[in-house]
């Protein structure tokens, strides 16, 4: 069983507070691609809370596997989680300057990502970002 596995046990839980807890334990895994493909369910799902804190986990990884699970997600978002990754986006961004500013230069090189949907919400971030 892979390392990672363990922690995805929670994905599919009836309860939105164990789907959220695994989101969370699971961004650690973020660049393994089974481990991915459970993160990206969970930012998409039903309840805001887990998307929240899914989102805020991949968020604070501070790296671009991290940013890109949240912009990949974006790409497909219905507009009601769409508004709750923009608010986890808002939420780890503005904690500091330090914060924003590392964030900003994730989006400025996800900005020109192989994939243009990735690339075109990365920009969609930055615009948003520099017109507050």
């Known amino acids: 069983m892979a390392y990672w596995a ?4 929670g994905a ?8 959220a807890a695994t989101g969370r334990r699971l961004a650690g895994a973020a660049d393994v691609p089974e481990a991915a493909v459970v993160l990206h369910r969970l930012l998409l799902d039903e309840d805001t809370a887990v998307t929240q804190e899914t989102a805020e986990a991949l968020l604070e ?3 671009v596997c991290g940013v890109r699970l949240a912009l990949t997600a974006l790409t497909v978002a ?4 769409a508004d709750q990754l923009y608010d ?3 939420t780890v961004c503005y904690r500091s300057e330090d ?3 590392q ?10 990502d192989a994939d243009s949907a990735v ?8 615009r948003r970002w520099r017109s507050t």
Do not use: F, K, N
């Open 61 to 63: 990884r501070r790296d």
């Open 103 to 112: 964030l900003m230069a994730l989006c400025s090189e996800l900005a020109s």
């Open 6 to 9: 363990p922690l995805a046990e």
């Open 12 to 19: 599919s839980s009836a309860s939105w507070s164990v789907r």
């Open 78 to 81: 219905d507009d009601d989680t």
């Open 88 to 90: 986890a986006i808002d």
């Open 119 to 126: 690339g075109e919400q990365a920009a969609g971030v930055l």
């Open 99 to 101: 914060d924003r500013a």
